[in-house]
Structures are given as C-alpha cells and as structure tokens.
C-alpha cells in the first residue's frame, strides 16, 4: 500500500524552525508530486505547498511564502519542509500527500490531492 510517512514535528518556539520530513516505506515518492497539508483544531484542512515530481516547480500559499520551503533530493527519497519563522498559527497537524495540484485564485491558494495517499500526520506545535 502506498503510504508516505510524515516525521520532525514538534514544540517550538515562535520564531524558531522545524524541518518535517515525508518519506516513504516500501516504494520511492520520485514519481509523486507531493503536497503538504496542514489542519489546526477547528479549521478546514488546508494545502501549504506542493512539490513536481521533478522538483522543478513548487508553490506554497500565502500564508507561509518566504518562510517555508519545499524541496526534494529524489536520489535520497525525502520530500522536506523547511519552516522558518513560526508563528503561533502555525500550530497544527501536518500531513503529506502523493499528489497535489495547485490552484490559486482571488480567494486563496487550494491543492487539491483528491486520488493521492496521505500520512498520517505529524503535529507541529508553536508555543512559548
């Protein structure tokens, strides 16, 4: 079963960083586009960046853009979320997904990974 695994989540404080990793057990992401997901308690899920298969393009919405980076080394299997500059609405369960198609229009920024497999999360606490 095709199952990515998320992992490096934890308390930090505001402003500090955390690098969460998506890796998989028993197959290879290199032929995935993979998004990350976030979902705070009480709140819709949300996309917060994807990833090409490639590596080649990526996006990230609005709310995290310049602080959170995506990225890949295929040889090494990973796919990696580099946070920088947490805040406090930050906090939430962080999930990976193979697959992610980036929309964006007035209202926001929307992946959608509708026929992808998801982890099962990995909670990222910001907090002083």
């Known amino acids: 079963q095709v199952q990515p695994v998320e992992s490096g989540g934890g308390l930090v404080q505001p402003g500090g960083s955390l690098r969460l990793s998506c890796a998989a057990s028993g197959f290879t992401l290199d032929y995935y586009a993979i998004g990350w997901f976030r979902q705070a308690p009480g709140k819709e899920r949300e996309g917060v960046s994807c990833?090409?298969?490639?590596?080649?393009?990526?996006s990230y919405s609005d709310s995290v853009k310049g602080r959170f980076t995506i990225s890949r080394d295929n040889a090494k299997n990973p796919v990696y979320l580099q946070m920088n500059s947490l805040k406090p609405e930050d906090t939430a369960v962080y999930y990976c997904?193979?697959?992610?198609?980036?929309?964006?229009?007035?209202?926001?920024?929307?992946?959608?990974?509708?026929?992808?497999?998801w982890g099962q999360g990995t909670q990222v606490t910001v907090s002083s």
């Open positions: 997904a193979t697959q992610c198609t980036p929309k964006r229009t007035n209202s926001g920024y929307y992946l959608n990974a509708d026929f992808g497999s």
């Open positions: 990833i090409s298969s490639s590596g080649g393009s990526t």
